[in-house]
């Protein structure tokens, strides 16, 4: 993991590999931003029009580097692009800083130290500076062979991350700086290991294997830990979880993390769907459908990484995360359309297509999060190829059975840079899912796919209880080239959402 730390010293002095700089877009040409006027007043004054005959613009996420000036300690300077100038009476978007550390860092592999000189206005621009930086130096070579690799030269990839990120104009014997880097080093380390799960191959990442790291983190962090293994689920009459994983060789799991906190007020439930790798079951996914069927456990990452960094925290607050963990396979054993399940909440789920299977381990989750009744519980999941359909592949959907609590989510994951958009649960729709034979179906009409989704969850949340729904199918995964702090791959969506849902509510400022 790249270290963070903070300096008050100068960018010419300062001894480090490479030095980083904002440039934004201006009116007439590039503008270096605040955070460099050692460096610009190292090139004269004409850095902008340097950048400019380099074809630098300051458009967002835009990389130019260039020699550092006579003088300087580094040798390298890297101009990151910060997108549109902002007023004068505004500083820079929070988001926009995140991206650009983000892009700086995952440019300066191979790098051992980079100090970063972007505009910092107080400790929270410090802190999404930081955050970007360790989010944008992520990489994942666990299954890469280098014999330069394995004598610790360099990454398995040939380039090692980013070791170091200085930011520049932080205190660092400021408490709120201090604060604000310990918070962005906690929730960055865990969202990349939310990432490094999905990114994780099937065949190494089963159930047990997600239970047993889940139980490994949780008595380091001193959370704690229950997992209902295929005997403890078939007592307790989960039959959503079973019957997904029963055509698996690979037994499914439930797993019940508990953070809590002695001055604890109110209590947070995250469920997330954990499908270690969906085939689509019986209901076979055709060709093409299948090579990232890794990341259908999208959403047990983020709530446990989440979770985890609720502990590291120290929030008061108390959060129980749930992690339905299956395997979704097609055997003699699995279940077929036309099964009848019977879930843990007692209501019985005509199975019409075992390809919608996420929402049946979701079900059985969601009931048992209900029993403790939560001020409020929010899951997570890859569900449907319908909400990428609606939204595209970087925005999540919303959904709640309270429309301000609906509206709460949706600005707390604009507040963190998580792309969101809240979705309606229209009532005319839950009469396709009506079944002869069962008290509801795991199927209904086809057009609005994600809404009929959502639907079918909330009948498994507990009356009274406060919910939403993040369907993250679109952004979970990364399947073009990496932009901003955002790599190839895994990207730990919903991590910061809830996170900062967790800290809101420690707060009191959660409804």
């Not at 890297?78 to 004068?88: I, N, Q």
């Not at 901003?484 to 910061?496: A, E, L, N």
Request: glycine share 12%; aromatic share 6%; charged share 20%.
């Amino acid at each position: 993991m790249t270290a963070l730390t903070l300096s008050t010293a100068a960018a010419p002095g300062l001894r480090a590999d490479a030095i980083v700089i904002g440039v934004a877009k201006g009116a007439k040409g590039p503008v270096v931003a605040p955070g460099a006027e050692a460096v610009d007043q190292a090139y004269d004054g004409r850095l902008a029009g340097v950048l400019e005959t380099l074809g630098a613009s300051g458009a967002e996420g835009e990389v130019t580097k260039l020699p550092a000036p006579s003088g300087f300690k580094a040798p390298l300077v890297v101009a990151v692009g910060l997108g549109a100038e902002p007023r004068k009476d505004a500083g820079y978007d929070a988001e926009a800083l995140r991206k650009a550390a983000g892009a700086a860092a995952r440019a300066l592999a191979g790098v051992k130290k980079a100090a970063f000189a972007l505009p910092v206005a107080d400790a929270a621009d410090a802190g999404v500076i930081g955050e970007g930086a360790l989010l944008g130096a992520y990489s994942f070579d666990a299954y890469k062979d280098d014999a330069a690799a394995k004598n610790g030269s360099r990454a398995k990839n040939g380039k090692a991350p980013l070791a170091e990120a200085v930011l520049l104009g932080g205190k660092p014997r400021d408490k709120a700086y201090k604060a604000a880097v310990e918070r962005a080093a906690a929730v960055a380390e865990e969202l990349n290991r939310a990432r490094d799960l999905v990114n994780t191959p099937p065949n190494d990442l089963n159930p047990e294997a997600f239970a047993a790291i889940a139980q490994a983190a949780a008595k380091e962090h001193g959370i704690k830990v229950q997992v209902l293994d295929e005997k403890a689920l078939a007592k307790g009459g989960y039959g959503g979880i079973l019957g997904v994983g029963s055509g698996s060789a690979s037994a499914p799991r439930l797993v019940k993390l508990s953070y809590t906190h002695s001055k604890a007020k109110k209590h947070l439930a995250f469920v997330g769907k954990g499908i270690t790798y969906d085939s689509g079951g019986i209901s076979l996914k055709p060709a093409g459908h299948n090579e990232t069927m890794k990341c259908d456990m999208s959403g047990a990452a983020a709530v446990f990484a989440a979770v985890v960094a609720a502990a590291r925290l120290g929030l008061e607050v108390d959060v129980t995360g749930w992690l339905a963990l299956a395997e979704n396979m097609p055997s003699g054993s699995a279940v077929r359309p036309g099964d009848v399940l019977r879930m843990y909440s007692g209501k019985t789920v005509e199975v019409l297509n075992t390809d919608a299977e996420g929402r049946l381990v979701l079900a059985d989750a969601l009931w048992a999060a209900s029993q403790e009744k939560p001020d409020a519980i929010v899951d997570v999941a890859t569900l449907t190829g319908a909400m990428v359909l609606a939204l595209g592949n970087r925005t999540f959907g919303i959904m709640a059975n309270d429309d301000a609590f609906r509206t709460a989510v949706y600005e707390v994951a604009q507040e963190v840079g998580e792309d969101a958009w809240p979705m309606p649960l229209p009532e005319h729709l839950r009469k396709g899912m009506d079944s002869p034979t069962a008290d509801i179906a795991n199927m209904g009409e086809r057009m609005g796919g994600g809404l009929v989704a959502g639907l079918f969850l909330r009948e498994f949340v507990g009356e009274g209880i406060t919910w939403a729904h993040l369907d993250i199918a679109g952004p979970a995964f990364n399947e073009g080239g990496p932009f901003g702090y955002t790599p190839k791959g895994g990207t730990g969506s919903g991590v910061r959402t809830l996170v900062r849902l967790a800290e809101l509510a420690a707060a009191g400022d959660l409804g």
